[in-house]
Each structure stands twice: as C-alpha cells, then as structure tokens.
Nanobody, 123 residues
C-alpha cells in the first residue's frame, strides 16, 4: 500500500493549509491513519491519528487545538487541516497507515508510508 500525500506548500505565519492522504482506489476501512512530520536534523514526530472503526482521534501537544485530522465520507482520503501555522511547523509531512487500527503516534507502529509533502512556514 503506497500512500500519496498532497497539499503542502509555502504559507505565511498564521496561515492555513490542508493536506490530503490517499491511495487511489483503496479504502482505509480497518486502518488507523496518522500524520507525522520531520524537520531537518530532528526525529520524526507523530502529530495526529484517526481510527477508521471508531473515528476517534489523538493529537500531539504541539499541534492540539491547531490541527485537525479527519476522514472523508468514503474513508478513502484522510485530511490534515493545519491552522495558525508558525515557522516551527515547517517540515516534511508524512501520512502512514497501520492495519491494526491502533491510535499510536510512534513510527514503528506503522507499516505503510507515503513519500511526504513539504510544508514551509515563512514570511
């Protein structure tokens, strides 16, 4: 399963972006989908996860209240809405899937990854 991210780009501080993650022709039923990010010389950080079976979510403290993760109605796309962005949010953002539908934010729990999309927050 090769996930595909889109929606990254350059945005000013205080701005917003919406990232998307999907696999063409594939449903995320029975998966948990998470978003991670990795800035240069930093470890990959899990920031948000959503369960397909119970539609519950969890967030890292660094993004809580600013970012929102959600499925579309068909559970074929996962979105990450990024609001109130600041330069510290600049990173490559990855989506990942785990078939056990676990609400985890640690990378080893995920077996399927996308290639990433760059988000840059700068004046």
């Amino acid at each position: 399963v090769q996930l595909v991210e889109s929606g990254g780009g350059l945005v000013q501080p205080g701005g917003s972006l919406r990232l998307s993650c999907d696999v063409p022709g594939f449903s995320f039923d029975d998966y948990a989908i998470a978003w991670f990010r990795q800035a240069p010389e930093k470890e990959r950080e899990g920031i948000a996860v959503v369960s397909s079976s119970v539609s519950t979510t969890e967030y890292a403290d660094s993004v809580k209240g600013r970012f929102t993760i959600s499925f579309d109605d068909t559970k074929t796309t996962v979105y990450l809405q990024l609001n109130s962005l600041n330069p510290e949010d600049s990173a490559v953002y990855y989506c990942a899937a785990n078939y056990a539908d676990l609400l985890r934010l640690d990378p080893p729990a995920y077996g399927f990854w996308g290639q990433g999309t760059q988000v840059t927050v700068s004046p």
